[in-house]
């Protein structure tokens, strides 16, 4: 029996509608959506938590609550990026523990934990603490393509991500850069030398996801994640009734209730059209000039708000060819949250200034510093010689914060809320937040974070994630 994740109400969303889709508009659903026979739906995490405040005015903790609610049968998956958490930065340890913990209390069943870097020591003490509070756990193996990232490279991250007793490995493919032929080799090279159970995370965006799943299979993977149609293809992954179809009468998927899975995407077509506003054709196509640059379809359509907002819009052949020049000169590494704002931030500021470098944001300084973790492969010398020593920058943690602060909180987890995002939280605690209508206006504009310095001025520049 082939286990389904269904991704529609987390990453097909996010992939495809800019993680607006409110509560309200997912939970008259799940009670059937229960019936389906899906292992889990991931519901939780990635831009969910942070989309939830800054743009619904909704309680990211409540939404957990209430389809944890509503789910009897199938698990409530959540996509952790390791030290990052579900922010943009590296927690310390007392706060990925904590944060782990509650997540579980309030609904969590399944953490699915990856590090943008593959850097294995970044998902430790997340995987030790959902293990101890009782969770499953898969550990994800972030794929790319590069001259370092071979069939045999991610054998062996998935050895090292088993050694960290998970219950299940999981290819983690944001861009849709997997190839039949590839996901084959990776999941018998990763069954055979873990044992472990192997799932499938692809994106549509070059064509390859439902052929790279089927070859996986045969290969014996365990788990696959999918969506229902109305939010499949595109960005987001294959849709579930396309991969019953193709599975039909082998055994695999006869488990699942196609009357129901109709039922379900009949549901969300109605999602769909009301939140039409937030698609883009950059996500919506399916694009295989994605291979040569290896951006992600929500990072593209991020470029492209960036350029309109600098007026030069006209530079993006530029953009995507500068893209894979400082992805390689910072080592290759996998353009996903947060690496895939690092490196698109800096193509553009390389490109908007007219010269390579010469304007660095702060995120890339820190990184090439390490704060972020190892990077996959070498850094090139000249950006080691651009950046200058710098102390790590200070850590997040409960003592720092404030005690007016605290007075705002009504239940722990909003410290946590705090820390992940201390303006967004300060501002919705104290109920000044509004939530952006289906047909505003303000829908595209995005909350900017990445800081770089022009002369003597500072600059903030935001793109959203790609996870």
Not at 16 to 43: C, H, N, Q, S, W
Not at 140 to 155: A, E, G, Q, R
Not at 406 to 414: C, I, M, Q, V
Not at 446 to 460: P, Q
Request: charged share 30%.
């Amino acid at each position: 029996m082939l286990k389904v994740v269904d991704t529609t109400v987390r990453d097909g969303q996010q992939s495809l509608f800019a993680t607006r889709v409110r509560t309200e508009d997912i939970l008259p659903i799940l009670e059937k959506m229960d019936e389906i026979g899906f292992y889990g739906l991931e519901a939780w995490g990635g831009a969910t938590f942070d989309s939830c405040i800054r743009y619904l005015n909704e309680d990211p903790w409540e939404r957990l609550r209430k389809i944890k609610r509503s789910l009897k049968k199938t698990k409530v998956v959540m996509l952790l990026r390791g030290k990052n958490l579900v922010g943009y930065r590296h927690y310390p340890e007392d706060v990925v523990e904590a944060f782990v913990r509650r997540s579980y209390e309030n609904g969590v069943d399944v953490f699915r934990v990856f590090d943008a870097l593959n850097d294995v020591r970044n998902l430790r003490r997340a995987i030790e603490v959902a293990k101890e509070v009782g969770a499953e756990v898969h550990g994800d193996v972030v794929y790319t393509l590069s001259p370092i990232h071979t069939v045999d490279y991610f054998i062996d991250m998935g050895k090292k991500i088993a050694e960290m007793e998970v219950d299940a490995v999981r290819i983690k493919d944001m861009a849709g850069l997997l190839a039949p032929r590839a996901a084959y080799d990776i999941v018998r090279g990763i069954r055979k030398e873990t044992g472990l159970p192997v799932g499938l995370h692809c994106h549509y965006t070059c064509g390859l996801a439902s052929l790279s799943y089927i070859k996986g299979v045969e290969a014996g993977a365990e788990f696959i994640d999918t969506a229902l149609f109305p939010f499949a293809f595109g960005a987001s992954q294959p849709a579930i009734e396309a991969i019953y179809e193709a599975l039909r009468g082998t055994g695999h998927l006869a488990h699942l209730n196609i009357e129901l899975i109709n039922d379900a995407a009949d549901f969300f077509e109605g999602v769909r059209d009301k939140y039409k506003g937030y698609t883009s054709e950059a996500t919506e196509r399916i694009d295989p000039r994605a291979l040569r640059h290896q951006i992600p379809g929500g990072m593209l359509s991020n470029l492209v708000v960036q350029l309109k907002e600098y007026n030069a819009l006209s530079k993006m052949d530029e953009v995507l060819k500068e893209v894979p020049i400082v992805r390689r000169d910072l080592g290759y590494p996998p353009l996903v949250t947060p690496m895939s704002q690092i490196v698109g931030t800096q193509a553009v500021m390389n490109v908007i200034m007219g010269s390579r470098y010469g304007t660095l944001i702060k995120e890339l300084e820190n990184y090439v510093r390490g704060y972020y973790g190892k990077p996959p492969g070498e850094i090139s010398r000249d950006l080691m010689e651009r950046v200058k020593p710098s102390e790590a920058p200070k850590a997040a943690s409960f003592e720092s914060i404030p005690e007016d602060t605290k007075k705002l909180f009504k239940k722990d987890e909003d410290a946590l809320t705090y820390l992940l995002f201390p303006q967004l939280a300060t501002s919705f605690l104290k109920g000044e937040m509004k939530a952006v209508a289906e047909n505003s206006t303000e829908k595209r504009k995005e909350v900017r974070w990445f800081r770089i310095k022009v002369g003597n001025e500072e600059l903030e520049v935001k793109i959203e994630g790609e996870d």
